[in-house]
């Protein structure tokens, strides 16, 4: 399955893991949300909790296309799309 995994900067242990339904895409962090990009939307996702608090749907796109990257700038989240 798709996911996203959190390790720690130090040990590099596994301290989280999210699943998706598509692929991710592209990260971003910014305004206090890790930001994901996958084939069919954006997720945003909390990092003190990792759950994921909001979602934004894209799709449906064809398979393998969609969202490509995604960016955090002055408040705004920016997403590249195929």
Avoid: H, M
């Avoid at 759950?51 to 990257?69: A, K, L, M, N, S």
């Amino acid at each position: 399955n798709p996911k996203v995994k959190r390790f720690d900067a130090v040990t590099l242990e596994e301290s989280a893991e999210l699943q998706f339904d598509t692929n991710p895409r592209g990260l971003a962090f910014g305004g206090g949300v890790i930001w994901v990009a996958t084939e069919d939307g954006l997720y945003a996702v909390d990092p003190a909790s990792s759950q994921v608090t909001r979602i934004v749907e894209f799709g449906p796109f064809p398979f393998d296309t969609g969202p490509i990257g995604v960016a955090f700038l002055d408040g705004s989240v920016w997403v590249s799309i195929e």
